[in-house]
């Protein structure tokens, strides 16, 4: 694979965002991140308050997303190398890449953004925890949505330059350290020559490892030009990567976004 042929499929730059986004948030994958396993909503007050929450967003939320892709060093047991930055330690990622045999990765983020913690806040701060709740939970749903469609997004760039790029895998998840988040945020903002590229808004990364916006999500798709290896491990089941067996809101089946 040329680095041309890649540059040419996938440059660093912000991402589009479907301008129905608040619509594409399914009833079940919002419903579970309030707390409702089996992903229906009750009735009655909680469907005004998730209704409530969706049209708020609709209105008032800018959400953004941003990719660059980056160069891999030679994979060494559990060590990722960049070849121009940071040396992740993950054990599970190193065996994602080199199943495919990738040669570079693109990092994304996408975020619902910082409008939510803001409104969020304001209404603990006038004691409507519920609608605080609910409309934090909404970004957080967004933001779920907005990962997937937006590896979507990059899997087809990939394929218009004739590569392969396989599922995200994010710092926090199984065998990957949720402090690499740091270094992450910081590979997206840093271009090859050093620059510092602005985001389409507001990003901050603790020492911890959390997220500011909270509802924002890192992740890292492996490149390559065997389209065939990526192509399986899209096929996987998207909770088959995690050992948390008994999380409440593992997912019981998947459909891919509904591109643009």
Do not use: N
């Not at 990722?80 to 993950?90: C, I, M, Y």
């Not at 994304?108 to 803001?118: K, L």
């Not at 806040?121 to 006038?126: G, P």
């Not at 939970?137 to 937006?150: D, K, N, Q």
């Amino acid at each position: 694979m040329s680095g041309t042929t890649a540059s040419a499929a996938l440059r660093a730059g912000a991402l589009p965002v479907p301008a129905d986004l608040a619509r594409r948030v399914t009833e079940e994958s919002y419903a579970r991140l309030l707390g409702y396993p089996d992903g229906r909503l009750p009735g009655g007050r909680v469907a005004a308050l998730a209704d409530r929450s969706r049209r708020w967003f609709a209105r008032h939320a800018a959400p953004w997303s941003f990719a660059r892709p980056l160069v891999l060093g030679r994979i060494a047991g559990a060590r990722v190398p960049l070849a121009d930055g940071p040396t992740f330690t993950s054990r599970r990622l190193a065996e994602r890449l080199g199943e495919i045999a990738a040669d570079r990765l693109v990092a994304a983020v996408v975020t619902a953004g910082s409008e939510v913690d803001v409104a969020s806040a304001r209404l603990w701060r006038e004691d409507r925890p519920d609608e605080a709740y609910f409309l934090d939970r909404f970004g957080a749903a967004v933001a779920v949505h907005l990962g997937a469609w937006t590896g979507e997004h990059l899997r087809a760039l990939a394929a218009a330059g004739g590569l392969g790029l396989a599922p995200g895998y994010s710092p926090g998840y199984d065998a990957w350290p949720l402090g690499d988040q740091v270094e992450l945020a910081g590979c997206l903002t840093r271009s090859r020559a050093g620059d510092r590229d602005p985001l389409p808004g507001p990003l901050r990364v603790l020492d911890s490892g959390m997220i500011e916006p909270r509802s924002s999500l890192l992740a890292v798709f492996g490149v390559t030009a065997d389209r065939a290896a990526s192509e399986r491990q899209w096929r996987r089941h998207k909770c088959s990567w995690c050992s948390l067996a008994r999380c409440a809101l593992r997912a019981t089946g998947w459909r891919r976004p509904s591109p643009p």
